[in-house]
C-alpha cells in the first residue's frame, strides 16, 4: 500500500514538473533573422536563446545555410522557420529534440534525354563525343547529374532523369562545342539531332606503322599494322559491318585503303569486345564516310606510286553516294630511278562504294561495297636456274546494314553482308644444268561468307550500358595445290560448308566515378562438314581515372578461332595468307587469353601523353607445318599439320606530343615470341618466325606556317635471333642430312625423317627511312597540295626480294632468302592531290 501511494505521488509530481517547463517553452519567446547564415551556426543559436538540446549529425548540416526571420516566435516555430526548404525535419524525444533527415517522396525518373550527333557538313556520325549533363544553378552549370559517350553511330542517350533545367554539353576534338539549356518534364522524354560544326585545330596527322607487312601477312591499313599475336596472320579487318581477309597492298607503302573514303579507325590489340571473335589476333574497326548531303565534292590524286579519284554527294534530299577508286603501280617509276634492281611487276586496283539513305525519323539504311585486286609477276635469276613467279589476290565486299533507334534508350542496327577472297599462286622452275623439267607449283583458292547481323545497345540507366547481339556465318571453301617440292602438300578441299553461329552480351558498369568496368562473352558454335565444335570467350576490361590526367586500365580477352590461315616456313612467309581451312575432327580449333595492363598520363593541358603497356599471350593447338621429308610429301595437308604453343610478351612505351606547329611520337617495344612442338626441336621452346625482340618507331611532323608542312619517319626492328641447330636421329637418313643445315629434330628416339626447316625461313630485321615535304595552296580558287616524299627501297623495288641459289638440302628442289631492306639509298615519290 505504502509502494503504490509513493509511485502515485511519483507521477504526479513528473507531471507537473512537465506542464511547468512547457509553459516556460511556451512562455519564452525571440525575434530571429538569419542571412545566409551556415545552418549548424543558426542551430547552436537556437539552443543559447531557449532551453532546449537540439540533437544533430554534422554531416545532415554541413554545407548547408539558413535564410529565416520571426517576431517574437516561441521554439516550435522558430526551429520550423530555420529548417524550412531543407532536408531535415525534427521530432522531441524526452527532454530532447532530435533533428533527422526528411523522407523524400519519391521521384518520376522516367525521362531520357536521347539524341544522335552528326558532322554539320558531311552527315556523318560522330563516334565518341562526350555528353554532359548538369543541373543548372544560378544560370551556371553545377554537379554532373549523368554523362555517357555517343557510340559509334553517334547516338547516345541519358535514362532516368529527374525533371527539372538542366545544361546539355556536347564535345568532340575538332568540332565547336555545344552547350544547350534543357528542361526535362515528368510526361515525356527529349530527343535532339545535334550538329557539330568543324573546327581548326593543329595536330598530329594519324599514321599507323608496322613492318613489312605483305612480308609477316599481318596486314595493314596505313603502310602495315603490327598486332601482336602469335600466329601474327589471323588479325580480323572490318570495314563498315564487312569482314575482309586480306586487304593488303605490295609493300605496304600505299595506305590498304584510301584515306579520302575513310571517317573512323579502330585499332584493337587486346581488350577486344564481345562483338568481335573468330580470329587469335586483334581488329580493325574501319568505318567509310557518306556523302556530303549539300553538293558534289571530291578530291583526285597522281602521283609517281598510284592515282586516286573520289567523288561524294547527294542523290535527292535524304540519298547520298560515295565513291572511290584507286589504281597502284609503285614500280612504274622506279624502274627508271634504279634499273637493273626491279625484277617485279606489281599492280593493284581498288574499289570503295557507299549509298546511303536516311529514313523517316532517325532511322538509316546504307550499302557499302569494296573490291582489291593485286597481281605480281617477277623473274629471280640463280647462278644456273631461273624462278618465275606469278600470283594474285583479290578481296570482295557487300553490306547492307539498317539502323534505328527504337525508344531513347535503345538503340538497334541489323546487317545482312557478303564477302570474299581468292588467291591464284603459280611458280615455274627453269635449271639450265638439266634437262629434266622441274615440276611447279600452282594453286587456286577462294573462300565466301554469308552473314546475318542483329545488335542492341540498351542505356539502362546511368551506371549500365549493356550491349548483346547474335551473329551468323556461313562459309564456303573451295581450293587445290598442286605438288612443290617438299616445301608444301597437296591440297583439295572442294565446296566445304560450314556454319558459324555466335551470341554475345556485354554489360559497361561504371563501378564509382572514374571506374569503369566492361564485361560479357561470347558463345560460338561451329557446324562443319567434318566437325561441330562451341566454345564460350570471356571478355574482361577495367578503366579507372586518377585524376584528370592519368588513366589506368587492364583487359583479358579470350578466342576460339575455328577457320585457320596456312602458313609455312620459308618461302611461304612472304606471302599473305595463302588460303584458309575449317576446324575437323583432327584439326581442332586455336584458343588464345591474352591479357594486357597499362597506364596513360597526359600533360599540360593534354598536350604531351606518355604510356607503358604490358601484355601476354598464349596460343594452344597452334597450328603450323612441317613435311616428313624421307617420304618426301604427306598424302594431304592434314598429314603435314603440326600441332603446338605460341606465346608472345613484352612492353611498349610511348611518348607522344599531339599539340602544336611540332608533334609527334617515338615509342619503344621489347617483346618475346615463342613457339613449341613436340616433334620439333625436342619439344623445346624456339623463337617464333615473327619474333622481333626492339622494335624502334619515331614520328615526326612541323608545319611551318600555312603552306608547308615537314615529315620524318623512322622504324627500326632487330633481326632474328641464333637458329636452333640441326641433328642427326637416325641412321637412315645420315646420307640425306649431311648436306642440310638449319633444320630441327623430330626427336631423339624418331623412328622417321626430320621435318624440314619448319623455323629456318626466320624474317630479317626491318628498317624504315622517309622523309616528307608538303606544300598547300590554292590554284584558280581550287585546294591542290603538292607532295614529295623520299623513301628507302622499303616495299618499292620489289616487296618480295628474293635471293635464289641452290638449296643445301638435297631434299629441297629451290632455296631463296629474303633481301634485308637498308636504309639507304632513299627514292622519290611525287604526287599531286586536288580537292573540288
Not at 515525356?188 to 607487312?213: H, N
Amino acid at each position: 500500500m505504502k509502494a503504490a501511494v509513493t509511485f502515485s505521488i511519483s507521477l504526479l509530481l513528473c507531471a507537473i514538473l512537465a506542464f511547468d517547463a512547457e509553459a516556460q517553452h511556451e512562455a519564452v519567446k525571440h525575434s530571429i533573422r538569419f542571412q545566409g547564415v551556415p545552418l549548424q551556426a543558426a542551430i547552436d543559436s537556437l539552443m543559447k536563446w531557449f532551453p532546449e538540446s537540439i540533437i544533430y549529425v554534422d554531416d545532415d548540416v554541413k554545407g548547408k545555410t539558413a535564410s529565416a526571420s520571426c517576431n517574437l516566435c516561441n521554439f516550435d516555430e522558430a526551429l520550423g522557420t530555420v529548417l524550412n526548404g531543407t532536408s531535415l525535419t525534427w521530432e522531441r524525444m524526452g527532454n530532447q529534440v532530435i533533428l533527422k533527415r526528411r523522407e523524400s517522396e519519391p521521384q518520376d525518373l522516367s525521362a531520357t534525354v536521347a539524341g544522335t550527333i552528326t558532322d554539320s557538313l558531311t552527315g556523318e556520325w560522330i563516334a565518341g563525343a562526350s555528353v554532359v549533363l548538369q543541373n543548372t544553378s544560378d544560370g551556371e552549370p553545377g554537379i554532373v547529374l549523368h554523362s555517357c559517350p555517343a557510340n559509334d553511330f553517334g547516338f547516345f542517350s541519358l535514362p532516368h532523369l529527374a525533371p527539372g533545367s538542366s545544361t546539355l554539353a556536347i564535345r568532340a576534338l575538332g568540332y565547336e562545342s555545344i552547350v544547350r539549356s534543357v528542361t526535362v518534364t515528368p510526361d515525356g522524354s527529349l530527343y535532339f539531332d545535334f550538329k557539330m560544326m568543324p573546327k581548326d585545330i593543329v595536330m598530329q596527322e594519324v599514321t599507323v606503322e608496322g613492318r613489312r607487312a605483305a612480308l609477316t601477312s599481318v596486314e595493314g591499313i596505313s603502310r602495315g599494322v603490327y598486332l601482336r599475336s602469335v600466329p601474327t596472320d589471323p588479325n580480323q579487318y572490318v570495314l563498315d559491318g564487312g569482314r575482309i581477309y586480306n586487304p593488303t597492298h605490295f609493300g605496304g607503302v600505299l595506305s590498304t585503303f584510301s584515306p579520302e573514303v575513310l571517317n573512323d579507325v579502330q585499332v584493337v590489340a587486346g581488350g577486344l569486345p564481345p562483338s568481335f571473335g573468330g580470329r587469335l589476333g586483334g581488329f580493325v574497326d574501319l568505318s567509310l564516310r557518306d556523302g556530303s548531303r549539300d553538293r558534289l565534292s571530291g578530291s583526285a590524286t597522281v602521283g609517281t606510286l598510284g592515282s586516286t579519284l573520289s567523288l561524294g554527294g547527294p542523290f535527292s534530299e535524304n540519298t547520298t553516294f560515295l565513291f572511290s577508286g584507286r589504281r597502284g603501280y609503285p614500280d612504274a617509276s622506279m624502274e627508271y630511278l634504279h634499273a637493273g634492281e626491279i625484277p617485279s611487276r606489281q599492280r593493284f586496283t581498288e574499289l570503295v562504294g557507299k549509298v546511303t539513305h536516311r529514313l523517316s525519323g532517325s532511322g538509316q539504311v546504307s550499302l557499302s561495297a569494296y573490291f582489291g585486286g593485286d597481281s605480281y609477276t617477277n623473274e629471280v635469276d640463280g647462278i644456273d636456274q631461273t624462278l618465275d613467279n606469278d600470283f594474285s589476290w583479290e578481296n570482295g565486299m557487300v553490306d547492307l546494314r539498317w539502323v534505328g533507334i527504337v525508344t531513347p534508350s535503345l538503340f538497334l542496327y541489323a546487317s545482312a553482308g557478303y564477302s570474299q577472297y581468292g588467291f591464284d599462286l603459280g611458280h615455274s622452275l627453269f635449271s639450265f644444268a638439266s634437262s629434266t623439267p622441274v615440276p611447279g607449283l600452282s594453286s587456286t583458292y577462294g573462300i565466301e561468307d554469308f552473314s546475318l547481323r542483329v545488335q542492341a545497345e540498351d542505356y539502362y540507366d546511368e551506371d549500365h550500358t549493356v550491349r548483346g547481339g547474335a551473329e551468323i556465318l556461313h562459309h564456303r571453301i573451295h581450293g587445290t595445290i598442286s605438288n612443290f617440292s617438299s616445301q608444301i602438300a597437296p591440297f583439295s578441299l572442294q565446296n566445304f560448308m560450314a556454319w558459324e553461329a555466335s551470341v554475345y552480351l556485354q554489360d559497361q558498369w561504371k563501378l564509382l566515378p572514374g571506374l569503369t568496368a566492361e564485361f560479357g562473352a561470347r558463345a560460338t558454335n561451329f557446324l562443319g562438314d567434318k566437325g561441330t565444335f562451341s566454345g564460350v570467350d570471356p571478355r574482361f576490361s577495367l578503366r579507372a581515372s586518377l585524376g584528370e590526367e592519368t588513366v589506368v586500365y587492364g583487359s583479358l580477352s579470350g578466342i576460339n578461332q575455328f577457320i585457320h590461315p596456312y602458313r609455312n616456313s620459308g618461302i611461304f612467309l612472304l606471302y599473305p595468307s595463302i588460303f584458309w581451312y575449317p576446324s575437323t575432327d583432327s584439326v581442332r580449333p586455336s584458343t588464345s587469353l591474352a591479357f594486357s595492363l597499362g597506364t596513360e598520363k597526359s600533360f599540360s593541358d593534354e598536350t604531351y601523353s606518355a604510356s607503358v603497356e604490358s601484355y601476354y599471350r598464349v596460343t594452344n593447338n597452334l597450328n603450323d607445318f612441317g613435311l616428313d621429308t624421307l617420304t618426301m610429301q604427306a598424302a594431304s595437308l592434314n598429314g603435314s599439320i603440326l600441332f603446338g604453343t605460341g606465346r608472345i610478351y613484352g612492353l611498349v612505351c610511348t611518348f607522344q606530343k599531339r599539340t602544336g606547329s611540332f608533334t609527334g611520337s617515338i615509342s619503344y617495344n621489347l617483346s618475346w615470341s615463342v613457339e613449341s612442338f613436340v616433334q620439333v626441336n625436342g619439344g623445346k621452346e624456339f623463337p617464333s618466325p615473327s619474333d622481333r625482340r626492339h622494335e624502334v618507331q619515331v614520328n615526326a611532323k612541323y608545319s611551318l606556317g600555312e603552306h608547308w608542312t615537314l615529315g620524318a619517319l623512322c622504324v627500326v626492328a632487330t633481326g632474328p635471333s641464333s637458329l636452333i641447330p640441326f641433328r642427326e636421329t637416325t641412321a637412315a637418313n645420315e646420307r640425306a642430312t649431311s648436306q642440310v643445315t638449319d633444320a630441327y629434330t623430330v626427336g631423339a628416339n624418331a623412328s622417321y625423317g626430320e621435318y624440314l626447316d619448319v623455323n629456318g625461313g626466320r624474317l630479317p630485321g626491318f628498317q624504315r627511312l622517309e622523309f616528307t615535304a608538303a606544300y598547300r595552296a590554292d590554284l584558280w580558287n581550287v585546294p591542290c597540295r603538292l607532295t614529295l616524299r623520299l623513301l628507302n627501297s622499303y616495299g618499292l623495288l620489289d616487296p618480295f626480294a628474293w635471293n635464289l641459289q641452290r638449296s643445301r638440302d638435297i631434299r629441297s628442289v629451290w632455296n631463296v632468302s629474303l633481301k634485308d631492306p637498308s636504309l639507304v639509298p632513299l627514292y622519290p615519290a611525287i604526287g599531286l592531290s586536288v580537292r573540288f
